[in-house]
Nanobody, 125 residues
């Protein structure tokens, strides 16, 4: 599975962005999809997870209520809708896919077998 994350950019605090993660069989194969981010000088952290087979969604506390993960089956794309962006959301955002048989809870990097290149999100104050 080749993944491509896009949609990043420079926005102001309070603005919104939607990050697509596309892949040829991303939704049709039932992969679990996760979003992670890495801020400058920090370790990569988990942001959100969606189980394609059961529709389970999960969010890190830092983005709960502001970010929404969803999928478009026809487009084989998973989206991360980011609202009310804050400067602390500035990071490179990565999407990843996991074999649904290997997912435990979707919060750990080691659960994912496929990674896309990141997309930079910068939120100015």
């Amino acid at each position: 599975v080749q993944l491509q994350a896009s949609g990043g950019g420079l926005v102001q605090a309070g603005d919104l962005l939607r990050l697509p993660c596309s892949g040829s069989t991303l939704t049709s194969k039932g992969f679990g999809i996760g979003w992670f981010r890495q801020a400058p000088g920090k370790e990569r952290e988990w942001v959100s997870y969606r189980g394609s087979r059961d529709g389970t969604v999960d969010y890190a506390d830092s983005v709960m209520g502001r970010f929404t993960i969803s999928e478009d089956i026809d487009e084989n794309t998973v989206y991360l809708q980011m609202n009310s962006l804050k400067p602390e959301d500035t990071a490179v955002y990565y999407c990843a896919a996991a074999n649904p048989c290997l997912i435990v809870h979707g919060r750990e990097e080691h659960e994912y077998q496929y990674w896309g290149q990141g997309t930079q999100v910068t939120v100015s104050s």
